[in-house]
């Protein structure tokens, strides 16, 4: 048995941007993209694209990337990382979200080092937000955390908010979770969508509604999800300065 596998869910039918995962970001796919940011931090034995797509698996297996196939009625990215739980056995599953190709592999070093030392532990990542326009982005899922670093709840709304509306601090959701097998099989027991998850379209909340716990570690913030053209110009630019980083 693994101690850890990465698996990077990734799907064609998004409906934001579609047929994201195959975007080419000077002329790499974003998904290759994350892939190879994983690379940096994982052996790629242990790092596994999941997809329902052939066109996707055609695509991987042509820059060498593992691929494990799920099946098109998976709800959310970690339903698909559930049915790799069931094809591959490991004691924790590190899912990194297809559309992080700027994702930092110093923070996925951090995230296995911490679900190591605490295997029972449901762990995510998040990080300041710094800027108006990103905590007001309905894009953008928010972070309310305990002082322990809990996850109270999680919304795409700005949030915590006051009287005024005026922005003072806020923290956002970094795609990169740590999950043990158990609570895999528990989250994908679940036919639709919970109450929460489907009102704000996020799948940490799956967990939160039936009383389970998710543990929050600091991310840098130097990653960001492409969820729109704008996401998608920016990390563009970003890639263009910064080249030998993202090689």
Do not use: W
Not at 43 to 67: E, H, M, P, W
């Amino acid at each position: 048995m693994n101690k850890f596998i990465v698996v990077i869910p990734a799907r064609m039918k998004s409906k934001r941007l579609l047929g994201k995962p195959l975007i080419k970001i000077n002329g790499v796919p974003m998904v290759i993209r994350t892939f190879n940011q994983c690379a940096k931090a994982v052996a790629k034995k242990f790092l596994y694209i999941a997809t329902d797509s052939l066109k996707i698996k055609r695509v991987c297996n042509q820059y060498g990337a593992n691929v494990v196939m799920t099946s098109k009625k998976c709800l959310t990215g970690t339903d698909r990382v559930a049915e790799v739980s069931k094809k591959i056995n490991s004691k924790l599953y590190i899912n990194v979200q297809g559309d992080e190709p700027i994702f930092n592999p110093n923070d996925l070093k951090k995230l296995i080092n911490l679900s190591l030392k605490n295997p029972k532990e449901i762990i995510s990542g998040y990080s300041k937000i710094s800027q108006e326009r990103m905590y007001n982005d309905l894009n953008v899922p928010k972070f309310v955390l305990d002082k322990n670093n809990y996850l109270l709840y999680a919304t795409r709304a700005p949030v915590p908010s006051n009287k005024k509306g005026i922005f003072k601090s806020s923290y956002r959701q970094i795609c990169a979770y740590s999950f043990p097998k158990d609570t895999l099989n528990f989250f994908y027991k679940f036919k639709k969508k919970t109450f929460l998850e489907n009102i704000e379209d996020i799948e940490l909340l799956r967990f939160i509604e039936n009383g389970m716990k998710v543990k929050c570690i600091k991310m840098s913030g130097n990653s960001l999800a492409v969820d729109n053209s704008f996401d998608l110009n920016l990390v563009t630019r970003i890639i263009n300065k910064n080249k030998k980083l993202y090689e």
